[in-house]
T-cell receptor, first 111, second 112 residues
Framework: DQQVKQNSPSLSVQEGRISILNCDYT??????FLWYKKYPAEGPTFLISISSIKDKNEDGRFTVFLNKSAKHLSLHIVPSQPGDSAVYFCAATSNTGKLIFGQGTTLQVKP | NAGVTQTPKFRVLKTGQSMTLLCAQD?????MYWYRQDPGMGLRLIHY???????AKGEVPDGYNVSRLKKQNFLLGLESAAPSQTSVYFCASSGTGGDGYTFGSGTRLTVV
């Protein structure tokens, strides 16, 4: 049972445009959500997070939106840059300290 | 400031062989985790530890064992490797969970 789902395996956008990566979850106990970025041959690195008491968190070009009623979150990257090309993982946690990850979305930003 | 170090980085095993993957962290973190990454499956938690001397099962623990004898080390063992265990393995550590996760660079394991 996949508790965190990223239904788009890949996304391709033009440099300068907006990238929108989506994530759905099923466990209503999740109260903290994160996005990780992964380059080839490296481990994932933390990008941005949001608490369930908020509906938006912004950090520079990156914004995460949370819709609790729909159990859906999204990551917006504006403007997209070629260096943003990577695999993006959505993750969620409750008070257990364990992160449950989605399948990942490969983003390609074309110059 | 090494963070999380995984050894080895690559390994090829024959079916039935055993091996141990080592994870070491120098951040004095309490929590440590082992994940595997497979195409289309994302990162799946194998085992984790909430402190020295403790271990617990994650989502996909079968075929693996772990030990946390020292706070800074978390070992992942495969007693009898199977081709289904071909994967990239990531270790992570955390002080409090959530965005405190620091990942190692991974171990690519192939079982033939």
């Amino acid at each position: 049972d996949q508790q965190v789902k990223q239904n788009s395996p890949s996304l391709s956008v033009q440099e300068g445009r907006i990238s929108i990566l989506n994530c759905d979850y099923t466990n209503s106990m999740f109260d903290y959500f994160l996005w990780y970025k992964k380059y080839p041959a490296e481990g994932p690195t933390f990008l941005i997070s949001i608490s369930s008491i908020k509906d938006k968190n912004e950090d520079g070009r990156f914004t995460v939106f949370l819709n609790k009623s729909a159990k859906h979150l999204s990551l917006h990257i504006v403007p997209s840059q070629p260096g943003d090309s990577a695999v993006y993982f959505c993750a969620a946690t409750s008070n257990t300290g364990k992160l449950i990850f989605g399948q990942g979305t490969t983003l390609q930003v074309k110059p | 400031n090494a963070g999380v170090t995984q050894t080895p980085k690559f390994r090829v095993l024959k079916t039935g062989q055993s091996m141990t993957l080592l994870c070491a962290q120098d951040m004095n973190h309490e929590y440590m985790y082992w994940y595997r990454q497979d195409p289309g499956m994302g990162l799946r938690l194998i085992h984790y530890s909430v402190g020295e001397g403790t271990t617990a099962k994650g989502e996909v623990p079968d075929g693996y064992n772990v030990s946390r004898l020292k706070k800074q080390n978390f070992l992942l063992g495969l007693e009898s490797a199977a081709p289904s265990q071909t994967s990239v393995y990531f270790c992570a550590s955390s002080g409090t969970g959530g965005d405190g996760y620091t990942f190692g660079s991974g171990t690519r394991l192939t079982v033939v």
